[in-house]
């Protein structure tokens, strides 16, 4: 798990508030991942970058708004977030060359709006 | 498109017993097929995959899963069951010639009882 690393691990703030959430993998791979985890929820898949290119953005609000500055990092960033997008936010990496490699997980950052 | 059903929101096995997680997908090729893992407060972690070959795929922790083509099904198995096992899993398909994405089962919780 300490392949790929995420901080804040817990945040808590408010509707009118600017935070970012970042993501770091130590695992040379060439794709990241942003997913969102709700209770009694799928797992959502938020975003999903290949070689720093975004090549999926699954109809999320433009009130998340990710970067990946390299292969290395991915950030999260938040504004003007509501309630309801309080969950754990999952962050993940993976060699896309390979389509059977499996996804690695960061351990999430517990994000709570107020 | 492709899909992953968990029939089963929570499993309980007494410790020392056998234990099985269900999970069958849907998908217009042929599958790649991933379990994970989520002990509470971390992230997922990959138990094993079925790529090809042996229907039979053996993991970490002493977990393994049967691949059935004909059932469209991949349940994860464990011969003896630990309390430490207690966890949310999760099933995960991703098709060989689809897209880039891969899709996770809602979890299904294993309580096991000491």
């Known amino acids: 798990e300490t392949g790929v690393t995420q901080t804040p691990r817990h945040l808590v703030m408010g509707m009118t508030n600017k935070k970012s959430l970042k993501c770091e993998q130590h695992?040379?791979?060439?794709?990241m991942y942003w997913y969102k985890q709700s209770a009694k929820k799928p797992l959502e898949l938020m975003f999903v970058y290949s070689l720093e290119e975004r090549v999926e953005n699954n109809s999320v609000p433009s009130r998340f708004s990710p970067e990946c500055p390299n292969s290395s990092h991915l950030f999260l960033h938040l504004h003007t977030l509501q309630p309801e997008d309080s969950a754990l936010y999952l962050c993940?990496?993976?060699?896309?060359?390979?389509?059977?490699?499996?996804?690695?997980f960061g351990p999430g950052t517990r994000l709570t709006v107020t | 498109a492709q899909s992953v059903a968990q029939p089963e929101d929570q499993v309980n096995v007494a410790e020392g017993n056998p234990l099985t997680v269900k999970c069958t997908y849907s998908?217009?090729?042929?599958?790649?097929l991933f379990w994970y893992v989520q002990y509470p407060n971390r992230g997922l972690q990959f138990l094993l995959k079925y790529i090809t070959g042996d229907n039979l795929v053996k993991g970490s922790y002493g977990f393994e899963a049967e691949f059935n083509k004909s059932q469209t099904s991949f349940h994860l198995k464990k011969p003896s069951a630990l309390v430490s096992d207690s966890a949310l899993y999760f099933c995960a398909v991703r098709d060989i010639f689809g897209d880039d994405k891969i899709i996770f089962g809602k979890g299904t919780r294993l309580h096991i009882l000491p």
């Open positions: 993940a990496s993976s060699q896309l060359t390979d389509r059977h490699y499996e996804q690695y």
């Open positions: 695992l040379g791979h060439n794709a």
């Open positions: 998908v217009s090729g042929n599958p790649y």
